[in-house]
């Protein structure tokens, strides 16, 4: 593995103790797009290093051909909910 500037909910691997001494910030309610960024500038600046495989071993495929539908949907409700 080399060391990453990034990283990734879809391959994070660790012990437990990360997800115990860094918990998600209880202030960021709802997010999603973005919250890679934060956990990963958390575990970071909690002294955890990020690494990433040296080569390609798994991919996910967004496009149409495999049925996405655009599953990606905002609930704008909500979300004006979580801003107040």
Known sequence: PVIAPLWA??????RCHAE???PNDIHLKHVFN?????????LWTHGYD???PS?????TWYQAEK???GSWKTD?????KSNQ
């Open 9 to 14: 909910a879809g391959l994070s691997f660790s």
């Open 20 to 22: 115990k001494r860094v």
């Open 34 to 42: 973005g919250e890679e960024f934060s956990r990963g500038a958390r």
């Open 50 to 52: 990020i690494y990433s």
């Open 55 to 59: 080569r390609a071993y798994i991919g």
């Open 67 to 69: 049925g996405n539908k």
């Open 76 to 80: 704008h409700t909500e979300l004006q």
